[in-house]
């Protein structure tokens, strides 16, 4: 028997590649932007490490901006940080 192949994504703001299910989307459907954690969102997606640090990254380097390619507002940065630290505990 083969063993089945694990889907990998890349950080937007670490740039690691690692299983997708380690790593959150954030998704772009119409003007929302939300993090889907189910990842089956209708929408445009870009997958961020699970890591606090890491989203302050994504925040710094304005990764959202470059995988949407539009604008982003900083309170976006915010909720999705609020959202997938409130995740954790």
């Known amino acids: 028997m083969t063993e089945k192949k694990v889907p990998m994504r890349t950080c937007i703001a670490c740039r690691e590649c690692k299983p997708k299910r ?22 445009r997606g870009a997958y961020v490490c699970n890591d606090a640090n ?7 380097q304005k990764g959202l901006n470059r995988a949407f390619s539009c604008q982003v507002e900083d309170s976006v940065y915010d ?11």
């Open 22 to 43: 380690e790593l959150v989307r954030i998704v772009k459907s119409g003007d929302n932007i939300f993090v889907d954690f189910t990842g089956k969102a209708n929408g």
């Open 79 to 89: 909720a999705v940080l609020e959202a997938i630290v409130g995740k954790k505990d």
């Open 54 to 60: 890491c989203i302050a990254k994504l925040k710094k």
